[in-house]
T-cell receptor
Framework: GENVEQHPSTLSVQEGDSAVIKCTYS??????FPWYKQELGKGPQLIID?????GEKKDQRIAVTLNKTAKHFSLHITETQPEDSAVYFC????????????FGAGTQVVVTP | SAVISQKPSRDICQRGTSLTIQCQVD?????MFWYRQQPGQSLTLIAT?????????ESGFVIDKFPISRPNLTFSTLTVSNMSPEDSSIYLC???????????FGEGSRLTVL
């Protein structure tokens, strides 16, 4: 089955700097890659996703890149703000069942003022 | 995105008891999923719940321990049976948006088993 690895496990950045989280996946059939943000005491919130027919997607300060050949995808947050502090999860699934996500272990992001 | 409500939001339970978690969605959805998030860990899929059919369980999860109901297109329940401290987790209901496949989560039900 699919295995998703996520790095780093923790990331501390200065406000205004950029943050990058990287994930790799094992199943070449995976073609849907969402990213979730989870704040303390809340459920995961979908922040951006990318499908395998696209190499990059951007939404304001957040961007995701996908390298199908290398089987890795990354989340980029620019101009970080204290409210970006949270746990971020990458995930992967296939068209057959988009909702059956295999999640990475998560990255605790701390943005210091 | 759909609005997903879960009850209870948190509970403290005694070993050996069972608890049923409810999930209500504000729109009709075909695909609903139940995930578990153990303390400080990532999310793991328990089962897929489609209306009108038996739930489909992932490896490591069985119907006797986690019975699921899906009586209509807006509601589902997950029961955690014969609980032990190892069942202390956040249980999350999620729904798949039609056409886009985006998965949205509820706020979770935080169970502590003593």
């Amino acid at each position: 089955g699919e295995n998703v690895e996520q790095h780093p496990s923790t990331l501390s950045v200065q406000e205004g700097d950029s943050a990058v989280i990287k994930c790799t996946y094992s199943d070449s059939a995976s073609n849907y890659f969402p990213w979730y943000k989870q704040e303390l005491g809340k459920g995961p919130q979908l922040i951006i996703d990318i499908r395998s027919n696209v190499g990059e997607k951007k939404d304001q300060r957040i961007a995701v890149t996908l390298n199908k050949t290398a089987k890795h995808f990354s989340l980029h947050i620019t101009e970080t703000q204290p409210e970006d502090s949270a746990v971020y999860f990458c995930a992967a699934s296939t068209t057959d069942s988009w909702g059956k996500l295999q999640f990475g272990a998560g990255t605790q992001v701390v943005v210091t003022p | 995105s759909a609005v997903i409500s879960q009850k209870p939001s948190r509970d403290i339970c005694q070993r050996g008891t069972s608890l049923t978690i409810q999930c209500q969605v504000d729109s009709q959805v075909t695909m609903m999923f139940w995930y578990r998030q153990q303390p400080g860990q990532s999310l793991t899929l328990i089962a897929t719940a489609n209306q009108g059919s038996e739930a489909t369980y992932e490896s490591g999860f069985v119907i006797d321990k986690f019975p699921i109901s899906r009586p209509n297109l807006t509601f589902s329940t997950l029961t955690v049976s014969n609980m032990s401290p190892e069942d202390s987790s956040i249980y999350l209901c999620s729904v798949e948006a039609p056409f886009t496949g985006e998965l949205f989560f509820g706020e979770g039900s935080r169970l502590t088993v003593l």
